[in-house]
């Protein structure tokens, strides 16, 4: 799985380069290509100001297919009212125009526009009038052009983010591999910030849609660094077809390996975004189990997740277990305080409404992984669970947001 | 208004000492006692995991009346399980004993416990059997009982919180003044940490519940440092009658004027909190105006006041009103994306939907004051509207809360 980008699925081209929206001279223009028509289901941010990328994408996403993804980073499009809408459409019309020489098929209602970076600001278009072009002809197969996708939708990332395995369906070998952005303003509401998968399955388009959003619900929809749920929001999963094997249908074993292929590669996706969480020092993994419910374990699980006393705690290697219990306590969830335990990685801290024996330096050491547990079981006696990805919370995320400036 | 304390009110007796609960040596045992039965309301956290003081503070609320207040910071008593109970109750009982030499009235049922501190440890009892008796004959009706009440009840507090006013109610000077803490978790739901109100107004118990009810709706409800929702946030309300007006009856002028009386107490008790939240350096007033529903209003000021972007933008005085605006778009809240507006202290920097000419450097100078006011009109053509105050996060918030240790 080493070294496999998103242009390892056959029948994908990708690429990135500077087109001089961003001041610092990094990669902020993207494409994604598929040669051939792709079965495509994206899913959107639920945030209610969204952006114009969304407004025009929700509409491309109509048909069911896509020929392809245009991404820059470092302006949003957001908040920028009809010219916004108009500047996202010229992205999907420069696109296809730029791509028809080599991909006859192509049209604009078949790009997805993405676009990520500061809220308020119209797009450069002179710059992308220019770029578009530029990269369309500097677009491949290859591995650097999957390389260089990645790291061009990137804002305040500070590593790529890529996912990649492959699958044997009906006999033959079926790639999915997935591309990624996200680091603040991460509490996805449908998808986080920027995610693209690209598969060689074959498998129709409201197949996909509801793969997808099965899917999507439980990973990037369980990924929060802090609550800000974005603008921006945009999860799209390209099935070109082209691995030969017959076309999935709704049941049966070929369909399951392919919806675990999936979950696994948004999985690994979706951990990367939590580990790289603005001013991160480490993964934390909240599970949230006996909940009466799925809604009130993923309340708990959020609320304790999002929560700066529990975040700076885990920064501080403090084994103030009371912060992640009584966060559960205020999240809405039904629980029975008298029932409800916890777990500090391996080691239990409170048990049936009282704190344990443990030792509080037994805990401290559990808690100076780079990857930590922290288990909560509300105590309903039911056995409804969820698990959540998120990060601690470090003086690097405020000087990282504070200082920037607009 | 200044040197008033809550020892001000007639009839009121108060005072604290260190008790030796606290490393800091700081005074850490507190007492509010009424020479008379007074009336009294109370509300407190919808935590579903509750100190135990809240389990005792409930039941002997159930009468309507208390004789006084004892409570400890530097330990919570919160998930201790039934000894919890058991020592919380020894308190009220320890409290009663005390007093009766001076006050025969006093039951341990009308004594209100309240506990502040690290959650998951055992009061040390025998430190509370000394100093409660020793307490007890130190509290007086002087400004200094009252202040030292104010210092007893801190933990991360930097300054204490005090409010009083006078009002006129059918001829008599009426007193109320309060007394609160908080600074970190701090999100309240029914009331915060702990605040404690004295009034000399004559009122029966049902109707000053209900004014508590709606007044604290208004003030410490509408607050948050950390989102947070504490274990033991207790508001209390003592109305001993000592003033000598006709009791007060649930219409008219004097109710109104005992209303707006207690609301103003509120509000300044509630300001004082936000304003100290752990490592502010900034009040924020967040207004959300043309909401659809007074839950709409409420939920979009609560996503902006408790966004971890929007609070380091304003720490770092980043003119990033973006955030702002998509806070309340993840709210929940319904809104009308183009007809919202959004403005930063008195500047307009977004209308109808599109970002306003006006210069950043304007919106950067509108953002240095210590007090800033961020006002988001939903635009869903209705008038429901809510104001919550909170601060800026910072460094030292993280500081103070990763490098505090159990």
């Known amino acids: 799985m080493a070294n496999e980008t998103i242009t390892s699925v056959p029948g994908f081209l990708a690429g990135a380069l500077r087109c001089g929206i961003k001041q610092s001279n990094k990669p902020d223009l993207a494409m994604l290509v598929s040669r051939v028509p792709a079965a495509a289901a994206a899913v959107f941010t639920r945030n209610k100001i969204v952006g114009a990328p969304i407004i025009v994408g929700r509409r491309n996403m109509r048909s069911g297919h896509l020929h392809g993804c245009i991404i820059n980073s470092g302006c949003s499009n957001v908040c920028?009212?009809?010219?916004?809408?108009?500047?996202?459409?010229?992205?999907?019309?420069?696109?296809?125009?730029?791509?028809?020489?080599?991909?006859?098929?192509?049209?604009?209602?078949?790009i997805l526009p993405g676009s990520t970076g500061v809220i308020g600001h119209f797009l450069p278009m002179a710059k992308l009038r220019a770029g578009i072009p530029r990269l369309a002809g500097e677009i491949s197969d290859s591995q650097s052009g999957g390389q260089a996708f990645a790291e061009?939708?990137?804002?305040?990332?500070?590593?790529?983010?890529?996912?990649?395995?492959?699958?044997r369906l009906g006999g033959a070998s079926v790639r999915i591999a997935g591309v990624c952005k996200g680091s603040g303003m991460i509490a996805p509401n449908m998808a986080t910030m920027l995610a693209y998968v690209a598969t060689d399955a074959a498998i129709a388009a409201p197949l996909l849609r509801q793969t997808v959003k099965s899917v999507v619900?439980?990973?990037?929809?369980?990924?929060?660094?802090?609550?800000?749920?974005?603008?921006?929001?945009?999860?799209?999963?390209?099935?070109?077809?082209?691995?030969g094997h017959r076309v999935l249908r709704n049941t049966g074993p070929e369909w399951e390996k392919f919806q675990a292929g999936l979950l696994e590669v948004c999985d690994a996706l979706s951990?990367?975004?939590?580990?790289?969480?603005?001013?991160?020092?480490?993964?934390?993994?909240?599970?949230?189990?006996?909940?009466?419910?799925?809604?009130?374990?993923r309340k708990a699980a959020m609320a304790i997740a999002n929560s700066p006393l529990v975040k700076t705690a885990i920064h501080g290697g403090d084994p103030n277990w009371g912060r992640f219990v009584s966060a559960a306590g205020y999240s809405g969830a039904r629980m029975r305080a008298d029932r409800c335990t916890c777990q500090v990685g391996k080691v239990t801290v409170f048990k049936n409404g009282q704190p344990t024996q443990v030792h509080l330096g037994t805990v401290q050491q559990a808690m100076k992984h780079?990857?930590?547990?922290?288990?909560?079981?509300?105590?309903?006696?039911?056995?409804?669970?969820?698990?959540?990805?998120?990060?601690?919370?470090?003086?690097?995320?405020?000087?990282?947001?504070a200082d920037y400036h607009t």
Do not use: W
């Not at 802090?226 to 799209?236: K, L, P, R, V, W």
């Not at 790289?276 to 419910?293: F, H, I, M, N, Q």
């Open 217 to 243: 619900n439980d990973t990037f929809n369980c990924v929060t660094v802090d609550q800000h749920t974005s603008t921006s929001d945009t999860f799209a999963c390209l099935a070109n077809g082209l691995a």
């Open 370 to 401: 780079s990857e930590l547990d922290i288990t909560v079981d509300l105590g309903t006696g039911r056995a409804f669970a969820c698990r959540v990805y998120t990060c601690d919370l470090s003086r690097q995320y405020i000087t990282i947001n």
């Open 80 to 110: 920028t009212g009809r010219r916004g809408i108009h500047d996202a459409r010229e992205m999907c019309q420069l696109t296809a125009e730029s791509l028809i020489p080599q991909i006859p098929t192509v049209t604009p209602a078949m």
């Open 271 to 297: 951990r990367q975004i939590a580990f790289d969480g603005e001013g991160a020092t480490k993964l934390v993994r909240v599970r949230v189990s006996g909940a009466a419910s799925a809604a009130d374990a």
């Open 152 to 167: 061009g939708i990137l804002t305040t990332d500070t590593r790529v983010k890529m996912a990649a395995i492959t699958v």
